[in-house]
């Protein structure tokens, strides 16, 4: 912390006069001293107001790392503030009365802006009480209780920026003019300081409470944000380590926070959000968990909605990315190597690829992001189709389940009962498992599975069972094309042939009831074509006409099989969480059970030792009972001592 004599001559002189050398001033001065001079005459002030509205600024070259960003924007606060401030043994004591004095007189409305200051100056004061690092921040208090320290954070998150309209007599968000005159101008030095402490503030905290609470006063902050654009993007990068590392909570507050700071900029800070948010999912789907798989659902959402902002901008990174995919799948097919094979057949390119079906099937109606869906689905094939074999059925299944999604949320035709097929062919279900189910296969946190689990009859079982559930949902999504009947008819060969070949009926059974309702719809649509008129008029609008007769809440048999299915597999899920929730009740409770039920052995252990001591004690005399008993207690001591340490 500087000296209050050497602050005192910064704040006096121009703002250029201590880094000559890389001032706007010094550079000019070094350059062109006639022109400096020139300009001085007209204007004796002219760089000390450039340096007061320097952070209007939209961006800085990309050669300017973000560290000297940060340090040229933190170091324009000094410049702003101007206020001088003393060695930290000198610094005033905040009190717990005086704050509560300040909030009496706010509410009373005997506001001005030397209690605006004041609650900026405690704020500083609780920031760098987190760690933060203050070098360019003036702290002018010292807080030593830690109930003075929330109630400065309370009022500052309770009246700002209340405040600030208040004593600006506007509602409004101040324009660059109207920062250049009346009350904005005297107020917005200080609205600076707090927003950049706000930055500092948020990678310090640890409290999922007190995070949360900073990120929903930060929502009613973010358009002063957009007056500041550097602030803007250190905070952006600030928000997108909370969006992928934080609790569920604070993502969606973070993710809100960053939907509204990066609307009012060009598409560079655009950009710039969206590469970073990107690399943050691909970091975080390094290893898919069940904890962690809500997460991964929602930043496929967040991201999906920062696409939607500028979809040509869109286009053009998700072009490059889904490109780089297919060049490290064309590397693993060309050289066939295992490493290449595991870059390919990994949880980061699987779940890249399901982000972008994600995106698209969220923006169906995006023409400028339809030229992609076609290399998507041939890298998402081309990473199913990759040394196939059954430990990586999981894998294939979860790339069918990101066509489909895409397939039915685009209204596009996607083959991927093909894959299903296929997959469904690589086993054979007539073999006996060689070793008993000790836990069910889940596919659902599975990419790869081990040769143990290819032993286990729940592996088949759960296979037969996923596989099945994806063919009927790719039926039930295509049940309105006119061409039905052909399209399923190659399905339902295959699947006949599969049926007769299968001796056990656990899958016998979910094979011959698919085909049995799939066939039904074929005949259904087939009578509905007679109907129609469709086989003389192959025009595409009767086509068309026909299948919007088709309505979802038709008794087709596929509608009704569905309906039914669903109804089942939701009364499941509920069943499997419940489950869930109580093998993790238990598992609490379980650990409590287990230091009592120690305790209580322990206990008994000394009881029963004590009894075998007198037992033992009793055929010998008096006094050489005593001593044994003795001595093995103390050794007992000794031993438990030893035992411990």
């Given amino acids: 912390m500087k000296e209050k004599g050497s602050l005192g001559e ?36 002219i760089f000390e107001e450039f340096a007061e509205v320097e952070d209007e600024i939209p961006d800085l070259p990309s050669s300017v790392s973000d560290e000297t960003q940060s340090d040229e924007s933190e170091s324009e606060d000094e410049q702003a503030e101007g206020s001088e401030h003393s060695e930290e043994a000198s610094l005033s004591v905040l009190s717990e009365v005086t704050l509560t004095q300040v909030d009496e007189d706010i509410q009373k409305g005997k506001a001005n802006l030397h209690k605006a200051k004041m609650l900026v100056d405690a704020f500083a004061t609780c920031v760098s009480k987190t760690g933060a690092n203050m070098d360019k921040f003036n702290v002018r208090y010292e807080i030593k209780e830690i109930q003075t320290m929330n109630t400065a954070l309370r009022l500052c998150f309770v009246h700002f920026p209340s405040l600030w309209h208040r004593l600006a007599g506007s509602e409004n968000i101040p324009g660059k003019k109207a920062l250049k005159r009346g009350m904005w101008c005297r107020l917005f030095p200080s609205i600076k300081v707090y927003l950049r402490l706000i930055v500092k503030l948020l990678p310090e905290l640890s409290n999922d ?7 929903e006063h930060l929502t009613r902050l973010t358009q002063y944000y957009g007056l500041l654009p550097r602030t803007s993007k250190m905070l952006l990068r600030k928000l997108v380590s909370i969006w992928s590392t934080k609790s569920l909570d604070c993502r969606k507050l973070a993710h809100e926070s960053i939907m509204q700071v990066v609307q009012p900029f060009s598409d560079l800070m655009t950009a710039m ?16 968990e069940p904890s962690c798989l809500e997460n991964v659902q929602f930043m496929q959402n967040a991201f999906a909605d920062v696409c939607l902002l500028n979809p040509q901008l869109t286009y053009r990174h998700a072009f490059l990315f889904i490109r780089q995919l297919a060049i490290s799948l064309r590397n693993a097919t060309i050289s066939k190597t295992e490493n290449s094979a595991k870059l390919v057949q990994s949880w980061q390119f699987v779940q890249s690829v399901l982000l972008w079906c994600r ?13 992609i869906r076609y290399p998507l689905v041939n890298v998402a094939f081309g990473c199913a189709r990759l040394h196939q074999s059954q430990k990586i059925i999981p894998l294939i299944l979860h790339i069918c389940g990101g066509l489909l999604e895409l397939s039915e949320q685009a209204h596009i035709f996607i083959p991927v009962h093909t894959l299903l097929l296929e997959t469904l062919c690589l086993v054979n279900f007539n073999l006996k498992p ?23 009859s729940s592996f088949r079982l759960t296979t037969m069972d996923r596989v099945v559930e994806c063919l009927q949902r790719f039926f039930y999504i295509n049940r309105r094309n006119v061409s039905f009947p052909e399209l399923a008819f190659p399905a339902l060969e295959t699947l006949k042939s599969l049926y007769k070949k299968c001796r056990t009926s656990n899958f016998s059974l979910p094979l011959k009831e698919l085909i049995n309702v799939v066939s ?7 009578q509905q074509r007679r109907k129609g008129g469709i086989m003389i008029a192959l025009a595409t609008e009767a086509i068309l006409d026909f299948e919007g007769t088709l309505l979802e809440g038709s008794d087709s048999p596929l509608d009704v099989y569905c309906a039914k299915y669903n109804r089942v597999k939701a009364r499941e899920l509920i069943a499997r969480q419940s489950s869930f929730n109580l093998r993790r009740n238990e598992r609490k409770l379980g650990k409590k059970a287990v230091r009592s039920r120690k305790g209580i052995v322990s206990k008994r252990h000394k009881r029963v030792g004590r009894k075998s001591d007198k037992q033992r004690g009793g055929t010998i005399g008096n006094e050489t009972a005593s001593a044994e008993q003795q001595s093995d207690g103390d050794l007992l001591v000794d031993f438990r001592v030893s035992d411990s340490d």
């Fill in 434 to 456: 060689k070793r008993p189910t000790l836990k069910p296969i889940s596919f659902d946190c599975t990419l790869k599975l081990s040769s143990a689990h290819l032993l286990e």
């Fill in 10 to 45: 910064m704040t006096k002189s121009p703002p250029d006069a201590e880094h000559p050398e890389t001032s706007l001033h010094g550079r000019l001065a070094k350059a062109d001293p006639e022109f400096v001079q020139f300009l001085q005459s007209e204007d004796p002030s």
């Fill in 359 to 371: 995106v698209l099937a969220l923006c169906p109606s995006e023409a400028a992001l339809q030229p």
């Fill in 209 to 215: 409470d007190m995070l949360k609470a900073t990120l």
């Fill in 273 to 288: 959000i969206f590469r970073t948010m990107y690399l943050a999912y691909v970091r975080n789907s390094k290893i898919i």
């Fill in 520 to 526: 039904k719809h074929s005949a259904w649509v087939a």
